[in-house]
């Protein structure tokens, strides 16, 4: 098992949860470097440590 490294942001407002998603405070922006959005998307893959 790999450890890779997780940058989160705050979401929502001053540590209350979002709307419909009763308890998330936090969003995942970049694994291993690289934003979901890019993994998700196909333009990146994780880097292989």
Known sequence: MGRDEVLISGFGRKGHAVGDIP??????????????????????EKPRS
């Not at 936090?26 to 998307?41: D, I, P, T, W």
């Open 23 to 44: 308890g998330v405070r936090y969003k995942v922006v970049k694994v291993s470097g690289v934003s979901l959005m890019a993994l998700y998307k196909g333009k990146k």
